[in-house]
């Protein structure tokens, strides 16, 4: 069986960045379409892949870099959900308006309100992860004018809903630097949850962004 030019590409990337410095840039797609004689897109995917397994991270203005393995450590989608909301958390904000940009994963369209809240995680007292939650509005509207509290206790959700995960490595966004202490430019891992019915309708999607030195994230199958 021929192997895909795609995987080709992504197993010579994973030798060439196998023993490289953290942090240290790969070739960019242009580079590597040249290399290889092949389209933007099939590198594209390959890096794609790398990114999602967590070996290579994005800077949206610079490029793709070589990930620090060190923040990957092993738990199950529900014992890294379940780890945060053992926590106590404090709401930072909340707003009800149309995010085009997030509708997709919730099977919204673009004009479709969405509820978003922001809240920060301690443990004895330090903050340890920053978490933004997105409902769709329609659904929870009647919970929202009652209590915010209850709408966000993911035991409810976890226990009937299925869950699915996704790792990220990037560097911390400026705007959560100093919610989680933490200076601007260093490597985490955020960890993008998605929770559905057991028909396969989005329920909720999270996005978690926490301090590697205090929180480390560990990924098995």
Request: proline share 6%.
């Amino acid at each position: 069986m021929v192997t895909p030019l795609y995987l080709e590409i992504k197993q010579w990337l994973m030798k060439e960045i196998e023993n490289a410095p953290i942090n240290s840039p790969i070739p960019s797609e242009r580079e590597l379409s040249k290399i290889f004689h092949t389209s933007r897109m099939t590198v594209r995917n390959a890096v794609n892949e790398l990114v999602a397994e967590g070996f290579l991270y994005r800077n949206k203005t610079k490029g793709t870099f070589v990930a620090d393995k060190s923040l990957l450590k092993k738990n199950t989608a529900a014992e890294v959900l379940k780890s945060e909301h053992d926590s106590e958390y404090t709401i930072i904000y909340f707003n009800i308006r149309a995010i085009p940009e997030i509708a997709p994963a919730l099977n919204l369209l673009d004009h479709e309100r969405i509820l978003r809240v922001v809240r920060v995680f301690s443990e004895q007292e330090q903050p340890v992860t920053v978490e933004e939650i997105y409902f769709p509005f329609e659904n929870v509207q009647s919970v929202v004018m009652k209590d915010l509290d209850d709408l966000l206790d993911m035991k409810q959700y976890t226990k009937d809903g299925v869950m699915t995960q996704k790792f990220f490595p990037m560097l911390i966004p400026e705007k959560y630097a100093n919610q989680l202490n933490m200076k601007m430019g260093t490597p985490i891992i955020m960890i993008e949850t998605t929770i559905r019915d057991k028909a396969g309708t989005p329920i909720l999607l999270i996005k978690a962004y926490s301090n590697p030195s205090i929180k480390q994230i560990e990924i098995i199958s």
